[in-house]
């Protein structure tokens, strides 16, 4: 669930970069990186850490030029290390590059083995070095090796090809990971999110299509349509219950309004609820119960405070990190919790170990009943298209029943939302069509090999 964004034709393109990796780092915190263009050689900075770890200062000092990309990690294939911080820089027979990229190739192990069976030798262990690989195998011109290589390549990805004299990009034929285009003067922005675009005041030109590839240069767009495309594109639900920020346009619905339908969904699921207050367990769950609290009549409360300076813990490369992260996080206001009857809203639930720790301390504050409601179904298997939930065996809904889990959790109930009730809160119908659900249905819209099921994914 990386950060992507780039920008042309703009005087100190680093600084923009940084500004719009800052509005995306509830992407990625492992690591981030920039590379920009003078136009005729490529500038790179990457390191481990947020934006501000990395760039502490303005980045265009280092880094001249009129374009520049710039990205920021999550890791779902390969290791949280250095060598694997994006843009990924390469030379070779189509000259210097570098890429950026979101999402997962489901198939990049088997092209990794056969292209070192072949000679490849491989910088990193990122899924991202495979695209480079296979394009280093056909000869020029640029785009077409490009548009080559991901024929070969399954999965998601919203992706940037950055060079010294143009800009390319792509979005997978099933549309997976968002991607918008903006206007800013007289360049272009690419960015994962359309708030990335609002920080650096550029204007919204469209969301890039499914299949679509565009070539940035001169100050001009060209638009391809070089693969076939599915009627019905797989997006990936995932964004608008957890990922994107609120004030962002993902896939044609704005997150914040999605979520706060979700919520009104929910508590029109769950009938006449008998509580005191609506709580949510901030930040993504604060859209939903003010969805929650504006059909159940039940008063809304920020009665759980969140330390701002502990980052997302469900982005954390590790489950003791997103432990030790998740105790520092969230603080219970007693004094608006105790005695009452709670109404305890929550995104999603993966593992249930951060959960059953919010419900101990809810109840520890004085809360009389703890009423679980989850704005998602429940995730009962791992995504393999570009966020990290953990193997099946690490899912808590996988093999547990509702009852299971609430035991589990210590909560008095515990109820979900159903998939037909998220699916049209994030701009669908009632069914499937149009979004990946595989998380919460085990049906997978794209091939997943079997030597994928149990990796690590990207």
């Known amino acids: 669930m990386c ?77 949280s290390l250095l060598k694997n911080a994006q843009p ?23 092209l990794r083995r056969e292209l ?7 910088q990193s262990s990122t899924d991202s070095e495979v ?45 997976f990971r968002p991607l918008v ?9 690419l960015a994962s999110e359309t708030a990335a675009l609002d920080a650096v005041k550029a204007s919204l030109v469209r969301e890039i299509d499914p299949g679509e590839v565009l070539i940035l240069e001169k100050g001009r767009v060209r638009s391809l349509k070089p693969f076939a495309v599915k009627k019905i ?39 006449g609820v008998r509580a005191d207050i609506v709580v949510p367990v901030p930040d993504s769950g604060v859209s939903a119960a003010l969805g929650f609290s504006d059909v159940s009549g039940v008063p809304f409360e920020m009665a759980l405070v969140r330390n701002h300076y502990v980052t997302r813990t469900f982005i954390k490369p590790t489950q003791t990190q997103r432990e030790s992260s998740a105790a520092m996080k969230l603080f219970p206001v007693a004094e608006a919790l105790r005695a009452r009857r709670v109404v305890l809203v929550d995104d999603s639930i993966v593992r249930g ?26 995730i009962v298997s791992p995504c393999h298209y570009g966020i990290n939930t953990p193997l099946a065996k690490e899912l808590i809904a996988a093999e547990r029943k509702v009852e299971a889990v609430r035991k589990f959790l210590e909560a008095d109930s515990l109820h979900y939302l159903s998939l037909g009730g998220l699916l049209k809160a994030a701009g669908g119908s009632a069914g499937e069509e149009g979004f990946c659900s595989g998380c919460f249905t085990g049906r997978y819209p794209a091939p997943v090999p079997a030597d994928e099921a149990g990796s690590d994914r990207r």
């Open 3 to 79: 950060g992507i964004f780039a920008v042309t034709e703009c005087a100190q393109a680093a600084d923009v970069v940084r500004a719009g990796l800052l509005a995306l780092q509830h992407r990625g915190q492992e690591s981030s990186g920039i590379v920009s263009s003078d136009g005729e050689k490529l500038h790179a900075k990457a390191g481990m850490g947020l934006v501000w770890d990395v760039f502490p200062s303005f980045a265009s000092e280092l880094l001249p030029g009129r374009a520049a990309a710039g990205h920021v990690r999550y890791s779902t294939a390969g290791e």
């Open 88 to 110: 990924l820089m390469f030379g070779g027979r189509h000259g210097a590059l570098a890429i950026a990229h979101n999402g997962n190739f489901t198939n990049a192990v088997a």
């Open 116 to 122: 070192e069976a072949k000679g490849a030798i491989f």
């Open 131 to 175: 695209a480079v690989h296979l394009m280093a195998r056909r000869g020029p011109p640029l785009e077409r090796a490009f548009i080559e290589s991901l024929r070969r390549i399954e999965g998601a990805y919203s992706l940037i090809l950055f060079t010294p004299g143009r800009v390319l990009a792509a979005r997978d034929p099933l549309g």
């Open 181 to 189: 285009l903006g206007r800013l003067g007289r360049g272009f922005v």
């Open 233 to 271: 594109p797989a997006r990936c639900v995932f964004e608008h219950v957890y990922f994107a920020r609120p004030d962002s346009q993902v896939f044609g619905r704005n997150v914040q309004a999605a979520r706060r339908e979700m919520g009104r969904q929910l508590a029109r699921e769950m009938g």
């Open 353 to 378: 170990t951060t959960s059953r720790l919010i419900v101990r301390r809810v109840r520890e504050a004085g809360a009389r009943e703890i009423h679980m409601a989850v704005a998602s179904p429940p």
